[in-house]
């Protein structure tokens, strides 16, 4: 049904676009209003950077457009694409919780990235930034990223800096999380558990490249097959975490494609080891697809179909690939977003 009281702005992700701009700048001047007797009460999850963008004075959005492109490119974590991020912005890195000084602001939050971090989820809005404009730079000169003009100039003027902790200006803002990634695979694991599988948690805070992931994880399972070791089969492995792409090819993918087309790979046709990957928001990065399943078969299936997993690989093109087989897995938006989910089933040769 349609909200009778809220207003629904929709707006695109991962590169920020016109309608979020508009709708950032109107959230800014609407708590920019506020008094000592108001409250601003903030529900924020991940998907907010992207959704949530008010350039820094000075800056065109197409400019914040060609930097999120660039970063999405170059394999940087969330941590350092949003520290970027709240060096360019108007509202995020504790700006929003500053327009708003003297109201009482309260933040409910849904995280989406490793370790929970308020200042990193959506690029923390009303929380106190603890990075520089100096990490900002030092973001772009490790990725080789050249930035227009305008955005090199802005994060050498020292005004150009956020919030910082101890900022009274922030003092009445209070964060409380309300989702988390780990909720996620204790729900998964409490699922195995009744269906009599074994369940083993590695972690809801796992990063890194998406192919080197794979590889890991790998081990373990086969290390379970071969030695019954964390764990006999059945058993399920359950991560979480953001991992991430460096695209080298020109296909299509989506990192928890990468990730099983990678392991795929790395387990070769391996009996008995089944996969699933994918966003709990319902896109893996900018496809229409949540993830994907693999299957012991996988390999052998596609290449009947003239489709080579190696090369697929190589091209970063995980979408494709799945896409051949008909496994992706197509959820639609899902109404929350808590990271990226990994289950890899590991059953009795």
């Avoid at 150009?160 to 101890?166: L, V």
């Avoid at 697809?289 to 091209?315: C, H, Q, T």
């Avoid at 899902?334 to 990994?342: A, E, G, K, P, S």
């Amino acid at each position: 049904m349609p909200c009778e009281r809220i207003e629904v702005i929709e707006a695109a992700h991962p590169v920020p676009d016109a309608a979020g701009r508009e709708a950032a700048g109107r959230i800014l001047t609407l708590a920019s209003g506020l008094g000592p007797d108001d409250m601003l009460l903030c529900l924020i999850s991940g998907g907010g950077s992207a959704l949530l963008a008010l350039p820094a004075e000075g800056l065109a959005l197409e400019d914040k457009q060609a930097i999120s492109k660039e970063l999405l490119r170059s394999g940087a974590d969330i941590s350092e694409m949003n520290c970027l991020r709240k060096h360019l912005s108007a509202i995020k890195g504790g700006r929003l919780a500053a327009a708003a000084h003297p109201a009482r602001v309260v933040s409910l939050l849904i995280s989406d990235v490793p370790g929970d971090d308020p200042a990193t989820i959506a690029s923390g809005p009303t929380v106190p930034d603890p990075t520089s404009l100096a990490d900002a730079r030092a973001v772009l000169a490790k990725y080789g990223i050249t930035p227009p003009p305008a955005i090199a100039s802005h994060l050498e003027k020292p005004e150009s800096e956020s919030p910082k902790p101890g900022d009274p200006r922030l003092a009445t803002s209070t964060i409380e999380m309300i989702s988390a990634p780990q909720a996620s695979l204790e729900a998964a694991a409490e699922a195995a558990r009744a269906a009599g599988i074994t369940p083993l948690i590695l972690g809801d805070a796992i990063e890194g490249e998406a192919r080197e992931v794979a590889k890991v994880m790998t081990g373990m399972a086969l290390q379970a097959v071969r030695h019954g070791q964390p764990a006999a089969p059945p058993c399920v492995l359950l991560s979480g975490g953001e991992t991430t792409v460096t695209l080298r090819g020109k296909g299509r993918g989506g990192r928890n494609a990468e990730f099983l087309l990678a392991l795929a790979v790395a387990l070769d046709g391996q009996p008995g080891i089944y996969a699933f990957a994918g966003d709990t928001d319902g896109i893996d990065g900018t496809e229409d697809n949540a993830g994907a399943l693999l299957f012991p078969d996988s390999i052998a299936r596609a290449e009947a179909k003239g489709v080579g997993a190696k090369a697929r690989l190589a091209d970063n093109d995980g979408y494709g690939f799945f896409a051949a087989l008909d496994d992706l897995v197509v959820t639609g938006p899902t109404l929350t977003n808590v990271n990226d989910f990994r289950a890899i089933l590991v059953l009795p040769e």
